[in-house]
């Protein structure tokens, strides 16, 4: 019995610290499963555990709860910058400019009245900081704001986390009370709602899709491949070609000749189709078996790039039509159906479907790899670059015009800016940037879970005193944060910029990076539309999420 007395009481012992740890997280993992009105606040029921037992007492040594508590959100960090990582410049495409101004308009709302209730109030600047995270169910910017603060202080402050932890329940809650608000005020049917996306259709506008056209246009007749591509601007493949003289198919190669009445398989997608099919001719009903059914002896595989000396080679590099006589027609990447045109990079894991002769093929199979067993291993050394360079870029300090004193990105800041980088451009530079969807997946539930822990122990002694001594009242705050930003866009959204209601709700989400509220959202509808749109306000909106906290600490401490 001595022994176990000692293994719980000895702060500084490796086992006490894994013993408390691991009870901290099965306590709050089985309690994250519960559900309320169809609703769980998750992972951050490992932050109330936390809470918990530290107000029993139980602890760890400062030192190591730091270094465990940093590691931890290295690792959260480095998964949420490699998962919004390659969607973040593609955001800003087309509709995404106007999604992300809104949700930019969600996190300068909280902002400004995170800041007016602090001089109202009298709030601690440092407290209101940690309740605006937790408004906004925002982790990382709860992490980003406690090393600032230490960085400024010299010693962490518990209160931070406090309000984080004070704030996030009625947030979930608010979020929820906002949407319900919002088809309250517009009387939004979700059925018509519905319809009108499937109208709009424009989930399918920039996606790979293969055609078959028939050679009408005299324009085009007797003139080769190479020529027709620098006529039609647009994303396009010509895969086969059936002869209408001989009604011979073969793969198309950059010298064969159109003529009148030829057969072409053509991928390309929605928004382009419309153009080529005026310059070459018109549209017949001919599917990708009905190709395969007249030539037994061209086939199409999809394989998977494997090979780690051809990554971030263009397709022209690659030279495959050329030296093996087949085609390269679409790439699917990420889910994703994307056209191969000729300057497109390859990345390790693109699912490539390769279209030719079985042999041919064969040959290919050995360029590509094709080897699942290679893709399962985690590239160690993607983590580790990325976490090196953001711990350099973190440690740089810069001056911003009017702040007292000099800035710093800061660990967190600096692996996530480092990791969008790496994923967005380490192709161009030979960088394998693939990791399995599980080695991400499990740094980034590992680290989120680990962190909240630590931050749980650090306010657990003081929490419940604080909050009987009027700390309550931050539970008042944090609605206020979440509630009214939310509101105001949500209502400008839909009444002066129309927005469906489901591209509202994925937009609102994405804006305070809540993946429980859309979770909520799958509960009125399987439409895909709100995680769509969550993914694309959602990389700008944890990158502001993270810097912000740190800029108000650096402002007004």
Known sequence: MGSLYELFSSTGSVAHTILILSLILCVGIVLGRIKIFGV???????????????????????????????????????AIGM???????????????????????????????????????GTPIEVMVGIMSGAVTNTPGLGAAQETYKSIIGHSNSSIAMGYAVAYPMAITGIIIVFGLIRWIFKINYKQEEEELLKAQNSNRIEAKVYSLEVVNPQIFGKNIVDIQSIIKGSFVISRIQYFNTGQIEMVKSETILNENDKILIVSNEENIGVITTLIGNRIEMTHKDWAKLNSQIVSRRLIV??????????????????????????????????????????????????????????????????????????????FLCVALGVILGSISFTIPGVPQAMKLGISGGVLISSIFISNFGARYKIIIYNPASTTLMFREIGI??????VGLSAGKNFVSILLDGGYVWILYGAIITILPLLIVGIIGRWYFKLNYFTLVGLLSGSVTSATALAFSKETSDNPTPAVKYTTVFPLTMLLRVIIPQLILLFFL
Request: contains cysteine; proline residues 3%; charged residues 15%.
């Open 449 to 454: 879970a680990m962190f909240l822990v630590c």
């Open 40 to 78: 769980s606040l998750g992972v951050a029921w490992v932050l109330f555990a936390g809470i918990f037992f530290g107000h029993l007492g139980l602890e760890i040594d400062m030192p190591t709860l730091q270094f465990i508590k940093q590691a931890s959100m290295v690792m959260f960090i480095y």
């Open 306 to 383: 494997s090979q780690p000396n051809i990554n971030g080679k263009t397709i022209r590099q690659l030279n495959l039509r050329n030296l093996y006589r087949v085609n390269i027609s679409r790439i699917n990447r990420a889910g994703l159906n994307i056209i191969a045109t000729p300057n497109l990079k390859i990345q390790i894991g693109d699912r490539v479907t390769v279209v030719g002769e079985e042999k041919a093929l064969m040959r290919v199979k050995e360029v590509l790899g094709n080897s699942l067993k290679t893709l399962d291993t985690p590239n160690l050394f993607n983590i």
């Open 83 to 121: 998962q919004v990582g390659p969607s973040f410049f593609a955001s800003f495409k087309e509709g995404g400019i106007t999604l992300n101004i809104l949700a930019v308009s969600v996190v300068f709302l909280g902002v400004i009245i995170t800041y007016l209730i602090h001089i109202i109030s």
